[in-house]
């Protein structure tokens, strides 16, 4: 592991240990050449993922990215970063157990909305507003209408029905 600090090749590990998920081993290192600290982080990669923008564009899956993205809908929101972790983990399992090698944005975009609605309304219509490109007022309304119908039927209340009785 290069050294962030003054670049050399030579770091040593003076402690390991699991995050608290199980998900990945954090490692403590210290450089001999200039004595700089940091930590690094180790994760499994099943497999190299390749995202296929709406453009036709090919990149390389970047879990930072989507846990940015995420952090950014979530921003003064009382949500544990615990949980966030969590859903990020979920959301790269998803996709890597998905048996493809390729995976469109979409689904990300979708994956990341399914995971926010169920973590944060608010965040979840954040989201929402640049995933789906809101331009009005009223695609806010239609969103948190559908919001609210879905939190309706997941509570198995049948709301009432109105007529001229």
Not at 134 to 155: H, N, P, T, V
């Given at each position: 592991?290069?050294?962030?600090?003054?670049?050399?090749?030579?770091?040593?590990?003076?402690?390991?240990?699991?995050?608290?998920?199980?998900?990945?081993?954090?490692?403590?290192?210290?450089?001999?050449?200039?004595?700089?600290?940091?930590?690094?982080?180790?994760?499994?990669?099943?497999?190299?993922?390749?995202?296929?923008?709406?453009?036709?564009?090919?990149?390389?899956?970047?879990?930072?990215?989507?846990?940015?993205?995420?952090?950014?809908?979530?921003?003064?929101?009382?949500?544990?970063?615990?949980?966030?972790?969590?859903?990020?983990?979920?959301?790269?399992?998803?996709?890597?157990?998905?048996?493809?090698?390729?995976?469109s944005s979409s689904t990300i975009g979708e994956l990341v909305m399914e995971g926010l609605k169920s973590l944060d309304d608010v965040a979840y219509v954040r989201f929402?507003?640049?995933?789906?490109?809101?331009?009005?007022?009223?695609?806010?309304?239609?969103?948190?209408?559908?919001?609210?119908?879905?939190?309706?039927?997941?509570?198995g209340v049948v709301p009432p029905i109105r007529g001229d009785d």
């Open positions: 592991m290069r050294c962030p600090y003054c670049g050399s090749l030579e770091t040593q590990v003076k402690d390991s240990r699991p995050t608290d998920d199980h998900a990945s081993i954090r490692r403590r290192r210290v450089c001999p050449d200039c004595g700089g600290r940091f930590t690094t982080f180790e994760r499994v990669q099943l497999r190299e993922l390749t995202v296929v923008k709406r453009s036709g564009r090919r990149t390389l899956f970047d879990r930072d990215k989507l846990q940015t993205s995420i952090e950014i809908a979530l921003r003064k929101r009382p949500v544990a970063p615990e949980r966030v972790e969590r859903m990020v983990n979920g959301i790269v399992r998803q996709l890597e157990s998905s048996g493809e090698g390729e995976v929402a507003s640049v995933y789906k490109n809101f331009r009005e007022a009223r695609d806010f309304e239609e969103l948190l209408g559908q919001l609210s119908s879905d939190e309706i039927e997941a509570a």
